[in-house]
């Protein structure tokens, strides 16, 4: 308790000091942001209280702001599109199907058109807004993933030209796989004996997935591991400022 | 009646006297041995605190055969504080051979009483010795993570020093980068529109930061090059982040009266409404260069494909491994894993980020060691069966396994 009334001491305090100094708008940022993310780098360590805690409390604060933020990027939106409406910028009827949206979602999901009860989440059986995101969300939604099937086939169609080295083993390896992964590839090697089961297609197919695939996943994996760690300590340390804008002013 | 008081004095002080023989039984709630030859009786009670947490947890644990006579019906748990009140806190099933008790506070000796419940009654009634929760400082099992994360700091720091001295350092061209100045150069070219999505995910994702450290880059670019540049995001507080960063760079390119608030704009939260809007974007207004760079999930392909389909130049940088495989196939240039993390320090050339490159390299080069001796030792143990080998290849296997 002690370090959480001492951190928003010092976010109220920096936040009110750098309203009225200049300077100070760079600094105090980033002398909060060394002090919460040593804090957090601690409290890994250490596991008496506050130090859990602390982590549980800033992922909250985290989500108190996104909510807050919310207004903001709704705020956003809306000005976009109706300034697009107004100046009857290129494709402005668009916009209006996404104003209009907006604004009847906002509107059935505030006042819980169709709920008995106040105290209802918004998406009880017999809402409008549950109505709503069966009816038109999840399909859309759906829709959109479903492209995946075929951008994949059309993507698929053009890694595989086997134009290169690379290209030729990539396309073996994928061959293989798919091929492992259905019953054709048991049916096609399965007369195989004993001491050759290692290149029956679907062994082949996991040997594939699980040594190759796998070793190359945690090379990138170790690298991305090192990649977090250096970002984070050049934020912590204020080396990397560009989340601030820069260093420039 | 001379008979009856002497009588009852006489009792009254042998019980007085015997009573701490029954002590233990009154601490335990109804202890009844039904038959002893049928019912077992759990033994060997062990209260003890965990190691490593922040307190608040004891660990009850006993012995009970696996095999026996007639199965329990349920073992019961009390708990004693203070050594007076007892208090009925669980009831586990048979094959159970310990229990946590969250509900105790530091500081505090508690002791605890397992008992048999069987159908004809309850045997049991030990009580164990007292055991104390506390909070632990440090948590040892960490100590590997400690002792690396150590390591791996002190290269950072030690080239970020060094190249405070003014030493100059060497990296690596990486394709991805030097092409974002062609990506913009082409569309600048085209009068067509830059589009840069720093990933769907929020701020407290370092891969969205990293985005936005690219995107000072890219901005800075635009500015100088007069061209439109477009950034769609799905959060609002990367909104935010965004066009504070755009801002900025625009006044370090000299050009603020180029920047618009219009440049960074929010969307949506949901991935698939966030796709569809940028499909959208791309399909209408034909950007000459695509640029994603941040945390993307089954998004990627489609914005990719979409952005293939346009003739657009693409260049995507993430560390989501799944998706990789994604934008190596639909883009020109894709930043793996580890490069999107480069990049910023690449494109703003700043001493300081280029050294910790250098830092994560030496940070590599130790995983690589480690990695190679840990499977060179894991070998010859196997060969060999020496200890010696197999104590080296646990000990190496152990020390980078976070518990």
Redesign the interface.
Known sequence: MFFLTLLLLLLLGSVGLAFFIRPLRKFFPLLLTLFTGLLLVVA??????PF?KLEEEF?MW?DV??VF??????G??LR?HLMKIQQKK??WQ?SIVTVTGFVIVLVIGLFKVGSKNWSDPYLAQGTAFKWMYDAVFVP??AT??S??AF??A???F??FRAKTREATILLVAAFIILIGRTPVGVWLTSWLPNPLQFFHIPNLSTWILSVPNMAG?RA?????A??????????ILG??R?????D?? | MRFKSTYWFSLSLLLFFIHPLFANQVLSPNPTVTNPFVEVAPENVVAKDLP????KVLQVSWNFPDTLPIMPRTIKIYRYEHDTISKHIADVTPNVKSFLDTSVMNGIPYRYSVQAEYPTGIVGGLISEPAIAK?????RS?IN??VI?LI??SF??GY?FYSEKGQRLFIRKIAGIQAIEEAVGRATEMGKPVLFVPGTQ???N?QT??G??IL?SVAKMTAKYETKLDVPVS???T???GR??V???Y??AGRPDLYS??IV?????????F??AID?IMV?DRPAACIYMGAFF?ES??L??TG?GIGAIQIAGT?M?TQ?P?F???CDYTL???E???A?AYL?G?K??IA??K??DM??AF?IVLIAVTALFSTLSVITGNEFFTNISTFLLNLTISK
């Open positions: 890994l360590f250490i596991p008496a209280q859990p992922s985290f702001i996104a933020s919310f207004i903001l990027g709704g956003n939106l976009v290129r494709d668009y859309l939604q959109i993933f492209l995946l951008f994949v059309s993507a698929a053009r890694a996943q990138i994996m170790i690298g991305i090192l990649g977090i760690i250096s970002t984070s300590l050049k934020m080396i990397e560009s989340w601030l804008g820069g420039e002013s | 490593n947490n922040s307190g909070a632990e400082w440090f948590d960490k993570l400690f994360a791996l700091v950072i720091l970020i929020d701020m407290d370092v930061i990293a936005l450290t000072s959060r609002s507080i909104m935010s982040t504070e960063t801002h900025e760079a006044l370090a608030d219009d704009h929010y969307i949506t939260d949901e991935q698939f409404g796709v569809a959208g209408r089954a392909l489609i990719a494909e293939n560390a491994p990789l994604f190596v196939a639909a793996i894993g580890e999107l993390f480069a910023s703003s700043d300081r980020s910790s490159l830092g994560q940070g590599k995983a």
